[in-house]
Antibody, heavy 118, light 112 residues
Framework: QVQLQESGPGLVKPSETLSLTCGVSGYSISSGYYWGWIRQPPGKELEWIGT???????YYNPSLKSRVTISVDASKNQFSLKLSSVTAADTALYYC???????????WGQGTLVTVSS | DIVMTQSPDSLAVSLGERATINCKSS????????????LAWYQQKPGQPPKLLIYWASTRESGVPDRFSGSGSGTDFTLTISSLQAEDVAVYYCQQYYSTPLTFGGGTKVEI
């Protein structure tokens, strides 16, 4: 059974960098699939942030591309998200997920709430 | 970007009755070469992450009860719950994966 778990600070100050990690169990990232981040601001819809292939190829949402970096650490079977210059608008529940080669997400982490506030 | 519009925003359905949720994309998500629509449906219960129900517009994910069905092609899609159960109370989202950025609908809240 594939399981994903997000981890990282729940509170980030404005203008700083949000950093989250997604640990994967039950499947080796090196074996394939795409791995991605999705967020959901309180009371709002889901927003795709970006995706990384196990080889390291990345795809980002153009609306966030200038501030986003997604990386993979196959040795630890995890991948990470960095979002720079955060503002209150980046306050959201952040999910990591496994993305099929086609584009739908078949496994999701439980999500972690990140609040941007001083 | 492809905009996904869901309707209604919410609906109340009696136990055992049918629930119908609509999703419309701002452009076609059908690849003519494969004749597949790049459209997925998710269920999100309170305090839980989204759960994949349907992909390719009508293919049920393994383990999903057969009371859930998806239909449609091109730009207009429907998720139907044939006989609503108490555990189906949730918010339902559609998502297109035809092109990046991947985009989701605004969600439809289903209540008893």
């Amino acid at each position: 059974q594939v399981q994903l778990q997000e981890s990282g600070p729940g509170l980030v100050k404005p203008s700083e960098t949000l950093s989250l990690t997604c640990g994967v169990s039950g499947y080796s990232i090196s074996s394939g699939y795409y791995w991605g981040w999705i967020r959901q601001p309180p009371g709002k819809e889901l927003e795709w942030i970006g995706t990384i292939y196990h080889s390291g190829t990345t795809y980002y949402n153009p609306s966030l591309k200038s501030r986003v970096t997604i990386s993979v650490d196959a040795s630890k079977n995890q991948f990470s998200l960095k979002l720079s210059s955060v503002t209150a608008a980046d306050t959201a529940l952040y999910y990591c997920g496994r993305r099929s080669s086609s584009g739908y997400f078949d496994y999701w982490g439980q999500g972690t709430l990140v609040t941007v506030s001083s | 970007d492809i905009v996904m519009t869901q309707s209604p925003d919410s609906l109340a359905v009696s136990l055992g009755e049918r629930a119908t949720i609509n999703c419309k994309s701002s452009q076609s998500v059908l690849y003519s070469s494969s004749n597949k629509s790049y459209l997925a449906w998710y269920q999100q219960k309170p305090g839980q992450p989204p759960k994949l129900l349907i992909y390719w517009a009508s293919t049920r994910e393994s383990g999903v009860p057969d009371r859930f069905s998806g239909s449609g092609s091109g730009t207009d899609f429907t998720l139907t719950i044939s006989s609503l159960q108490a555990e189906d109370v949730a918010v339902y989202y559609c998502q297109q994966y035809y092109s990046t950025p991947l985009t989701f609908g605004g969600g439809t809240k289903v209540e008893i």
